[in-house]
């Protein structure tokens, strides 16, 4: 199996959020999948194939972290959409059938890749106990976002606070499905950036995601209301970082970013 290293949602090497990306003829079982994705030890693994023509998608694709499956990942998109472009395998947008309906990617004519993807449903709860001791910091805003995301989002006071955040992953499990988003208005927005965020996902074994399209079919909706505009720039604040082009579109949201594959190989067992 060919297989590829791509760093999404930026427009440089070794940063961003690294994917591994493996186009294939069909699934193999469920096992192997999950094996390859540990081995790759990044937080998100695409194993993609093509869709006989005439259907309503073009590829099917699978994301699978080094624990288990999930249900939507836009960077890991990101990286296959672009693998289908670079390499020739796929002109033009990209229709892929996954758990979470048919999702688009587009190319765009600066480079970058625009992912169509439901927009999350944004639903206000109190605060569950122990949420502020584990994160580290106290809540403004505390929001459920919906079976697809399976994340609480998080408003903290201010950047420094999303910047200086050590959670207790430990105890940051037991809040919800998949983790926490935390977030803050940007300190500066002449730096480029509307928003910073930091993503915890210890539920699906990634302590800390670099940088989460999914998250942004959330922020989005969070921000843009806060903001008054539909188009925003999100700064996702880890190590890595990366920023992430946001469009809200009701109950659609484009996602915008660049990617660079960083390593190009074979899988031989």
């Given at each position: 199996?060919?297989?590829?290293?791509?760093?999404?949602?930026?427009?440089?090497?070794?940063?961003?959020?690294?994917?591994?990306?493996?186009?294939?003829?069909?699934?193999?079982?469920?096992?192997?999948?999950?094996?390859?994705?540990?081995?790759?030890?990044?937080?998100?693994?695409?194993?993609?194939h093509?869709?006989?023509?005439?259907?309503?998608?073009?590829?099917?694709?699978?994301?699978?972290?080094?624990?288990?499956?999930?249900?939507?990942?836009?960077?890991?998109?990101?990286?296959?959409?672009?693998v289908?472009?670079?390499?020739?395998?796929?002109?033009?947008?990209?229709?892929?059938?996954?758990?979470?309906?048919?999702?688009?990617?587009?190319?765009?004519?600066?480079?970058?890749?625009?992912?169509?993807?439901?927009?999350?449903?944004?639903?206000?709860?109190?605060?569950?106990?122990?949420?502020?001791?584990?994160?580290?910091?106290?809540?403004?805003?505390?929001?459920?976002?919906?079976?697809?995301?399976?994340?609480?989002?998080?408003?903290?006071?201010?950047?420094?606070?999303?910047?200086?955040?050590?959670?207790?992953?430990?105890?940051?499990?037991s809040?919800?499905?998949?983790?926490?988003?935390?977030?803050?208005?940007?300190e500066?927005?002449?730096?480029?950036?509307?928003?910073?965020?930091?993503?915890?996902?210890?539920?699906?074994?990634?302590d800390?995601?670099?940088?989460?399209?999914?998250?942004?079919?959330?922020?989005?909706?969070?921000?843009?209301?806060?903001?008054?505009?539909?188009?925003?720039?999100?700064?996702?604040?880890?190590?890595?970082?990366?920023?992430?082009?946001?469009?809200?579109?009701?109950?659609?949201?484009?996602?915008?970013?660049?990617?660079?594959?960083?390593?190009d190989?074979?899988?031989?067992?």
């Amino acid at each position: 199996m060919r297989i590829r290293i791509v760093d999404a949602f930026t427009d440089r090497p070794f940063a961003g959020n690294p994917a591994g990306v493996l186009l294939l003829d069909a699934f193999p079982d469920d096992d192997r999948l999950q094996r390859i994705a540990l081995e790759v030890n990044h937080s998100e693994t695409a194993f993609a194939h093509r869709l006989p023509a005439g259907g309503e998608a073009d590829w099917a694709l699978r994301w699978f972290t080094p624990a288990t499956e999930v249900a939507m990942c836009g960077h890991a998109t990101l990286a296959t959409a672009h693998v289908l472009h670079t390499t020739g395998a796929h002109a033009g947008p990209v229709r892929f059938a996954t758990r979470s309906g048919v999702l688009t990617a587009t190319p765009r004519e600066d480079g970058s890749i625009t992912l169509d993807f439901p927009t999350a449903p944004l639903t206000p709860v109190a605060s569950p106990a122990g949420v502020a001791e584990a994160l580290g910091a106290e809540p403004r805003t505390v929001l459920d976002t919906g079976p697809n995301i399976g994340d609480l989002l998080v408003e903290v006071a201010d950047e420094k606070t999303v910047r200086a955040l050590a959670p207790d992953l430990a105890a940051l499990a037991s809040h919800s499905e998949r983790g926490v988003i935390a977030t803050a208005r940007a300190e500066d927005p002449a730096r480029g950036y509307d928003y910073v965020s930091r993503c915890f996902f210890p539920n699906v074994g990634i302590d800390e995601d670099p940088v989460t399209g999914s998250a942004h079919t959330a922020l989005a909706p969070f921000w843009s209301e806060r903001l008054g505009r539909s188009d925003l720039t999100g700064l996702q604040a880890s190590s890595r970082a990366g920023r992430v082009r946001t469009e809200l579109r009701g109950e659609r949201t484009l996602l915008s970013g660049h990617a660079v594959t960083v390593i190009d190989g074979e899988l031989l067992a």
